[in-house]
């Protein structure tokens, strides 16, 4: 392959990797805490639908806000139903992605009715840096993105130092780590789960108006196609770390863009081979990173 076509697959796989890593992090911040939010991929997909409809009256800006807003609103349902009503929060969890995906094709059906041109918004342009632009491969990788992709790096940073410098980070590591601990020494861990869980919402709705805002321009049902459940796989496989999130994200994001990109190139493989590598290679790494944890749980049993 040429070199503009590994540019093009590059500077693609960051922004197919953005809203994995923004869900991704959010999630992180949720298991940190000793829970596990199934809804990630009804807040994504209710959020790009907020995040096209709310653009298209106002902007990409305010559609990404909408969307946050929607992801917040699911997540603070959840907390309800799962500490006020007891509810199981694995049931709850897939119940709000059901309720995600089918409220979401309803009300796109209602908005645009069937046999009529789907609407289309303005995109979070991307950034022209100049000459940085035009470097060969590093260029349009780095100095050519959305702001959307340079907003991500700052996310992962400010994770980072959350749950390393903070009260709330120390306070949602012991939680996770043993609840009963953090209780008697002061922490309140419903209070904290909760507030994990909507930190987690928020982001899982702003990652949905990404994708629909900074990559498509456009709703379609179903447009998040399991990306809540590979956020899942990349937060297992990441460790619930910042850094972690962030490169099994773009392993995801360069797998799904050399899929579409070789489609059209001289490799003669069945498209449905390209479709399903990113999928497949996923739950590979997925296996191995899960068997060695469990090796490494083991190890420590038997030092104990």
């Known amino acids: 392959m040429t070199l503009a076509l590994w540019a093009s697959i590059l500077a693609g796989a960051l922004a197919l990797a953005a809203p994995l890593i923004i869900a991704g992090v959010g999630e992180g911040f949720v298991e940190r805490a000793g829970r596990l939010n199934l809804g990630i991929e009804g807040m994504m997909i209710l959020g790009a639908l907020t995040g096209v409809f709310v653009a298209h009256v106002a902007g990409p800006v305010a559609g990404l806000v909408a969307a946050g807003v929607v992801g917040l609103l699911?997540?603070?349902?959840?907390?309800?139903?799962?500490?006020?009503?007891?509810?199981?929060?694995?049931?709850?969890?897939?119940?709000?992605?059901?309720?995600?995906?089918?409220?979401s094709t309803f009300l796109s059906q209602v908005w645009i009715p069937a046999g009529t041109t789907n609407v289309s918004v303005d995109t979070i342009s991307s950034l022209d840096l100049g000459a940085l632009t035009d470097?060969?491969?590093?260029?349009?990788?780095?100095?050519?993105?959305?702001?959307?992709?340079?907003?991500?790096?700052?996310?992962?940073?400010?994770?980072?130092?959350?749950?390393?410098?903070?009260?709330?980070?120390?306070?949602?590591?012991?939680?996770?780590?043993d609840a009963a601990s953090a209780a008697l020494r002061g922490v309140r861990p419903r209070r904290v789960g909760e507030n994990a869980l909507l930190i987690g919402g928020a982001l899982a709705g702003i990652a949905g108006g990404t994708i629909a805002l900074a990559v498509i321009g456009s709703f379609t049902p179903g447009m998040t196609a399991g990306r809540g459940y590979i956020v899942l796989a990349i937060v297992i496989m990441g460790r619930m770390t910042p850094l972690g999130i962030a490169l099994?994200?773009?392993?995801?994001?360069?797998?799904?863009?050399?899929?579409?990109?070789?489609?059209?190139?001289?490799?003669?493989?069945?498209?449905?081979?390209?479709?399903?590598?990113?999928?497949?290679?996923?739950?590979?790494?997925?296996?191995?990173?899960?068997?060695?944890?469990?090796?490494?749980?083991?190890?420590?049993?038997?030092?104990?």
Do not use: C, D, H
């Open 74 to 103: 699911l997540a603070a349902l959840m907390n309800v139903l799962v500490y006020a009503l007891k509810a199981n929060e694995i049931v709850v969890g897939l119940a709000i992605t059901m309720l995600g995906l089918g409220l």
């Open 135 to 177: 470097i060969p491969l590093v260029g349009p990788m780095l100095f050519g993105q959305s702001p959307v992709v340079y907003g991500t790096i700052v996310l992962l940073a400010v994770a980072w130092a959350v749950m390393r410098f903070t009260r709330f980070g120390l306070q949602v590591r012991a939680t996770g780590a």
């Open 248 to 304: 099994g994200g773009l392993l995801f994001g360069f797998l799904q863009n050399f899929s579409l990109l070789s489609q059209s190139t001289s490799i003669e493989l069945p498209s449905e081979v390209f479709t399903t590598l990113p999928y497949l290679v996923t739950l590979i790494v997925l296996v191995v990173t899960s068997r060695a944890e469990l090796r490494r749980q083991a190890a420590r049993l038997r030092l104990t």
